[in-house]
């Protein structure tokens, strides 16, 4: 037989359990997170990530703390086209490959495509 005191103990771990699965901000996603190693800074409405590359989030730059007041560079203009080639991430700059994709080249080398 079950005791009323270990009773409650489970039920109070249970519940604990329960509100903190269910804590939305605690499984939040952020832009450039993880491997990417946070934002270095915007282009316009594109996250530029710490790694170089871009963040595929489909959050805008603009709106994210810290771009209003600056901080990120939100006032840099829109990804544009390369003009000679150069397509890096941190220009701003992206190259289309040949079926259509915009991508920009990461610090590492490799290429970082960005959202349609």
């Given at each position: 037989m079950v005791?009323?005191?270990s009773r409650r103990r489970w039920l109070w771990i249970l519940l604990a359990t329960v509100s903190l699965a269910a804590d939305p901000a605690g499984a939040t996603n952020t832009p450039c997170s993880g491997s990417k190693g946070g934002v270095a800074g915007c282009r316009g409405d594109t996250f530029i990530c710490n790694d170089g590359s871009v963040s595929a989030s489909k959050k805008s730059c603009t709106g994210?703390?810290?771009?209003a007041a600056g901080l990120l560079g939100g006032?840099?203009?829109?990804?544009?086209?390369?003009m000679a080639g150069e397509?890096?991430?941190?220009?701003?700059?992206y190259c289309t490959g040949p079926r259509?994709?915009?991508?920009?080249?990461?610090d590492a080398g490799t290429k970082s495509y960005l959202r349609r």
């Open positions: 005791s009323t005191g994210y703390p810290g771009a006032s840099s203009p829109q990804m544009s086209p390369a397509c890096s991430c941190r220009s701003g700059a259509g994709g915009r991508y920009c080249m990461t």
